[in-house]
Structure formats: structure tokens, C-alpha cells
């Protein structure tokens, strides 16, 4: 027998009841099988696929690797951690769920800041009054670099923060932050505003193919086919 | 990822020891950095797109390290450990490998482990005599080595900062464009906008505030700008205090009340950056550009000229040499003379070696003030190439 299309969906949570809900309006069930605690399934009605069930940013590993020939994650993730991800990642279909933007937010009271070009006109006079760069703390770093650099502003150093970000400007831990949000409000109760151009990225769920795959006429057939379904939506 | 053979792998250690040898004869001492160095360092000196081209890990410790990127650094950071007062001349060699991220691992052309064989001069009073030792030492390194035609090109970036210093304008905006020097998109943006809306930073600000905020008296500003916080029920969060909020917000109101940069002035630094010429031919063009512009940067000008006559003097072929007045704004850490040697094997898309003076980057690692400081790089694979007369 030939080897499947694998196709790797989020293992948990909204993500995953999501992405079941967009494949079913399109004509493809997903369905968990054997025994290995509903970790990989099959699609019904599309033959030569098979369904792995994993972390959201796990797949963004599997697709790298070629492990996975499509997937359905955040492209914030996907554009994070891959370096080329247009080189290496095609985008099949941007799904209309797990909506999440990505921004650059200030302390509110930073009244002279407006757009990211201040930033380097602030990050080089905090630079001359506090002997330290600006931080910027973020779990993007390297879309956050990408995005500064493309702005021309250099003066800044990142922070990792990988919780409770909005909070570290009033912590003093940084001064701006680059996060996700969905409402704002949490940036509102931390004092923070983001920028008027300020939004990296608007990041939703989206389903990727992988170029790292090993492509056969067999995993091409079911790749048709299950594009065939999405278009349909 | 490129496998060094055995063959190329000891070709490289005798090109390095004709290097090594060129360069102890003329009293560089050798030394060897660590190839692991700490991150924050070259963060603090390069900045954040450091990391767009570096490999940066954090060890067991959460000590955040990297593959030094470059030698220059690691040597500077010798220098400082044995003269931490850097108020000793000295000349240091090395040669040893750099590490350089390349999307998908590498190829020949890109590698991302590669070589360098360099030179660094430190501390020399006479800065124009350093300069052209530093570039007649890396000529006859690459020569002896076996390059047979060096093409050499260089530039001045101490001529740009004495024509800012020159020409009337406000202290801020000098300030300005010479940060955004090193981006000339920005760059030109930056004076477009002085030359033409100086105060439009000031578009989409609290306009009442802006009008309160008087640049006769800075004194009150803090107070102002507090006073509105207060009674638009914004905290004043973080690090950043009020005080330098408010001195920004002058300086912004400063611009908007304040005419535009001459055409002329903004005309005459376009002018200056456009110029492109054998170095005499350019020498030439800059003296006639400041005379007929009234600019005299008589000190610049003259270093400049000494610097070419030493070369003369030391054995370099100037005549053949091309003057850029835009090189070296790629390399923020560059502030004077920069230099940059090519093949005809290889073309100018890979020289085979470059340096200049960069003497602010002490201060950033911990000297207790900028010190004179210049060097060189050769990449000595591309070097080994050229001389056998590959081609690219």
C-alpha cells in the first residue's frame, strides 16, 4: 500500500473543535481511530489521507520537517518559527477562525509615541539617558525583529516573556511589548495602546501544505481532493 | 553543510601562516578569542538584527551565548581585559573561524562557518597614520598570499560627519541624520521632511497639549504634560518618566515652529553622498563642492589627504582606487576611513577583504570613553580562491 497524506490537525481545545466544524461544512468528517488514544484518525469520504492529532505548534515542526504534508496552525506560529516560511510553507486557505493580532504596544502615557518611528527616536534618547536599550518584551522575537528592522528602528533590545507579557512595562521589567490580542481590553487595563501601525501581523488559523513533504502522484490525488472539498466552503 | 577537505583545509593553514607571518613582522601580536562569546555584548555593540544573522543559544545556566558572528569584538574585549584604562597602544592578529546563520543551512557561496584572518590597531594617536598602516598591512597580507591585481575601494565617513558639523542647521536635527545615516532610505526620508514639513511629527498629537507646551519654557513642560495625563486618566507606567516624555514633546512643538532645512543645505548633502570617482578625481569634486557652498572642513580634507599621501608613500597603487562617498553606511560601527579590497576573479560582490575605523566601539564594551581604534578582515577563503585564480 502506498503512503498517505498526512494530515496534522490541532490536538485540543477550540483550535481542534474549529477546525472539525470547518472540514465538516466542507464535506470531510474527521474521525479518531485505533487505539493509540485517538492521536490519529482518517477523514471520511477522502481515501490515502490520514489524520494526526497534535500541538499547534507542534505542526508547525511536522510541516518543517516534511512529517506532515498539510496542516491546519496559527500563522503566527507558522511565521515565528520558521525562518522562509513563504519558501517553505504554502498557504492553502486561511481558515476564519483563532483569530489573534499581533502588536506593538506602548504605555499608554507615552503621549509623543504614535507610530513605530518614534521608536528609534525614543529608543536612542533612552538609550543616552539610561545607559540601556529600550526592551521589548515578546514570545515573537523573531517576527518582532522582521517587523522592527522593516521600520528602520534598531535602538531596543527584546525580552523573553512567554506569560503575562501586557504586564511587565508596569512591572519595569520593559517598556513596550509586542503580544497577541483579541479585544484590547487586557491592553487597556495595563496602561498600554498600540501603535497606529502597530499590528505585525493579523493572524488566524490556516491550512498549510508542506514543500519538505515527500510529494508522490498518491499524496498529490488526495491533496486535490481535499482542496477540491475547501473550495467548496 | 559544506565538508571541509583535507586538501582545502591545509591550503588554508599555509595561506594563514604567509598571513600570520606578514603581519607578526610588522609587530602584531597574535591572539585567540573564544569562538563562544557572550550575546549581550555584540546585542549591546550590533543591536537586535544581530540576531537575524547569528546564532544566539542560551546554555544550561540560561547564560545567553553566541558563536562570535565576528573578531573583531572578541578581540576588542582582549584589549579592554589587559588595558581596561585603553590607554595603551597596541596591535593584536588573529585568525580562526565565524559563524553566520544562512537560510537553509548554507551553500558555498554563503557558508555559514567560515574564516578571517585580521588585523586590529588600537589606541594610535596619529589616526590617519593608523589608518593607512592598517590598509598597506592588509594589502601586503593579501598579496604576498598570492592576490595578483588588488582592486581597492574606500571611503570617509569623518567627511560626512565634518560637513554636518559644517553647515548651519540645529543641533537635534544634526543629531537626527547622523542616527539615520546608516539607513539611507530613512535617511533621505529624515531630510526630505527637514527640508520640506520639519514639524510634522506633530500631525495626530493631542493638539490642545501641544499648544500648551511652550519650547521658551521647557521648565514648565513636565508639569503640562502631567496635568493632562491626570486629567485623561492615563497612569504614567514603566521607566520612561514624564520628564523625557515631555522634553520629546518640545522638541516635536520645536520642529513645528521652526522653518524648513534650506534647499540648499539639503541639496549639498545629496550632493556629496552622490559622489563616486577615482579617489583623486573625488578629492577633487568634494574641495570644489565646499568651496563653491562656502564650507570649509579644513581638518577633515587635510586627514583626508594625508592619509592618501602615506599610502602613496607606503607602496599602495591610490591612482587605480575608487572614492565612495556612500561606502561604509552598511557597517554602523564604522565612524571614519573604511576600505574594501576586490578581485577580478571574484568580483566586487565578494570582496576579498575590508576594515576601517570604528572608534566609538570600545566605549559600547566598557572603555571608559571612545578610543581610537582600526582594522581589518580578510575572508581568507574567498582569498584563497582568487589567488589560485578560480573564478566565480
Known amino acids: ?233 | 553543510m559544506a565538508v571541509e577537505t583535507s586538501d582545502s583545509f591545509e591550503a588554508l593553514e599555509a595561506q594563514a601562516a604567509v598571513i600570520m607571518a606578514v603581519f607578526n613582522e610588522a609587530a602584531y601580536e597574535r591572539v585567540a578569542p573564544s569562538i563562544i562569546q557572550p550575546a549581550d555584548i555584540f546585542l549591546d555593540a550590533v543591536g537586535e538584527r544581530l540576531r537575524a544573522r547569528t546564532y544566539v543559544f542560551t546554555d544550561q545556566d540560561d547564560e545567553m551565548l553566541c558563536l562570535r558572528p565576528d573578531i573583531t569584538v572578541p578581540t576588542a574585549r582582549i584589549y579592554l581585559q589587559r588595558h581596561p584604562e585603553a590607554d595603551v597602544a597596541a596591535r593584536y592578529c588573529y585568525n580562526g573561524s565565524v559563524f553566520r546563520y544562512q537560510p537553509g543551512g548554507g551553500s558555498p557561496a554563503h557558508p555559514r562557518e567560515f574564516r578571517q584572518a585580521g588585523i586590529e590597531l588600537y589606541a594610535q594617536i596619529d589616526e590617519a597614520k593608523a589608518d593607512a598602516e592598517v590598509l598597506l598591512r592588509t594589502l601586503e597580507a593579501v598579496q604576498t598570499a598570492g592576490l595578483k591585481a588588488p582592486k581597492l575601494r574606500i571611503g570617509d565617513l569623518g567627511l560626512f560627519d565634518a560637513l554636518l558639523d559644517a553647515v548651519d542647521i540645529p543641533e537635534r536635527w544634526r543629531q537626527r541624520l547622523l542616527a539615520q545615516f546608516w539607513r539611507p532610505d530613512a535617511f533621505r526620508a529624515e531630510l526630505k521632511r527637514l527640508s520640506t514639513v520639519p514639524g510634522s511629527a506633530v500631525e495626530g498629537l493631542p493638539a490642545d497639549l501641544i499648544a500648551k507646551l511652550d519650547p521658551k519654557q521647557p521648565a514648565k513642560a513636565e508639569a503640562i504634560v502631567q496635568d493632562y495625563l491626570d486629567s485623561h486618566g492615563i497612569e504614567a507606567i514603566g521607566t520612561r518618566a514624564v520628564g523625557e516624555i515631555a522634553a520629546r514633546l518640545l522638541a516635536i512643538s520645536l520642529d513645528a515652529h521652526s522653518a524648513p532645512l534650506p534647499k540648499a543645505i539639503a541639496d549639498l548633502i545629496e550632493s556629496y553622498l552622490a559622489i563616486e570617482a577615482p579617489v583623486r578625481a573625488a578629492g577633487a569634486r568634494i574641495k570644489d563642492l565646499f568651496q563653491r557652498n562656502d564650507i570649509d572642513i579644513g581638518e577633515a580634507l587635510d586627514a583626508f589627504e594625508r592619509r592618501l599621501s602615506l599610502l602613496t608613500k607606503g607602496g599602495a597603487n591610490i591612482a587605480q582606487a575608487t572614492f565612495d562617498a556612500e561606502f561604509g553606511r552598511q557597517f554602523e560601527y564604522y565612524t571614519g576611513f573604511v576600505f574594501e579590497i576586490c578581485s577580478d576573479e571574484l568580483g566586487p560582490a565578494s570582496p576579498i577583504a575590508g576594515g576601517g575605523r570604528y572608534d566609538e566601539l570600545l566605549r559600547v564594551i566598557g572603555a571608559p570613553r571612545p578610543i581610537p581604534a582600526v582594522g581589518a578582515a580578510i575572508y581568507t577563503d574567498r582569498l584563497l580562491l582568487a589567488a589560485s585564480g578560480a573564478t566565480s
Not at chain 1, 490536538?11 to 490519529?40: C, H, I, N, P, W
Not at chain 1, 512591572?171 to 499590528?199: C, R
Open chain 1, 1 to 233: 500500500m502506498s503512503e498517505p497524506l498526512i494530515v496534522a490537525v490541532p490536538s485540543k481545545g477550540r483550535l481542534m473543535e474549529q477546525t472539525a466544524e470547518v472540514f465538516a461544512r466542507a464535506g470531510m468528517v474527521l474521525k479518531k481511530v485505533g487505539s493509540d488514544r485517538g492521536y490519529r484518525g482518517i477523514i471520511e469520504g477522502i481515501d490515502g489521507a490520514e489524520v494526526i492529532f497534535v500541538s499547534a505548534s507542534e505542526i508547525v515542526e511536522q510541516l518543517k520537517a516534511g512529517r506532515a504534508h498539510i496542516g491546519v496552525t496559527g500563522e503566527d506560529l507558522a511565521r515565528e518559527h520558521v525562518a522562509d516560511m513563504e519558501k517553505r510553507f504554502q498557504v492553502m486557505r486561511k481558515l476564519g477562525f483563532g483569530h489573534a493580532d499581533v502588536v506593538v504596544a506602548a504605555p499608554a502615557a507615552w503621549l509623543d509615541v504614535r507610530v513605530m518611528s518614534d521608536l528609534e527616536a525614543v529608543g536612542r534618547d533612552f538609550r543616552r539617558l539610561h545607559g540601556r536599550h529600550v526592551r521589548v518584551a515578546t514570545k515573537y522575537m523573531n517576527i518582532t525583529r522582521r517587523h522592527f528592522q522593516a521600520n528602520g528602528v534598531t535602538s531596543y533590545r527584546i525580552v523573553e516573556s512567554l506569560g503575562a507579557t501586557e504586564g511587565t512595562p508596569a512591572a519595569g521589567t520593559a517598556e513596550l511589548i509586542v503580544d497577541i490580542t483579541t479585544t484590547g481590553t487586557t491592553l487597556k487595563a495595563n496602561g498600554l495602546k498600540v501603535l497606529d501601525d502597530g499590528v505585525l501581523l493579523r493572524s488566524e488559523a490556516t491550512l498549510f501544505s508542506s514543500r519538505a513533504a515527500p510529494w508522490t502522484p498518491d499524496t498529490r490525488a488526495a491533496l486535490a481532493e481535499i482542496a477540491r472539498h475547501i473550495a467548496s466552503l
